[in-house]
């Protein structure tokens, strides 16, 4: 397990969130499905966040943070999460 967390900025583009993360070579990718709807709840409350935020993650739980993914299964090289 790693022990970085991760911080991406991502914006909207049209009709989905987006983000950039020069580590893997990844230029405006667009979320999997249902990280859209994720993202519109955890910033529901944040003034302009379409013209981007700041999201931090981790593999575990750390201080001030605001929602747990929990891994559910794996399929087609994927994984689902609650």
Request: glycine share 8%; proline share 7%; aromatic share 18%.
């Amino acid at each position: 397990m790693s022990n970085a967390m991760i911080v991406i900025y991502p914006d909207r583009e049209q009709y989905t969130w987006v983000f950039d993360d020069e580590r893997v070579g990844l230029v405006r990718e667009p979320f999997v499905q249902g990280v859209p709807q994720m993202i519109e709840a955890l910033v529901a409350e944040i003034p302009n966040a379409d013209r981007g935020f700041r999201l931090l993650f981790w593999a575990n739980p750390f201080p001030g943070y605001q929602a747990e993914m929990v891994w559910f299964k794996t399929e087609y090289g994927g994984n689902w999460y609650r």
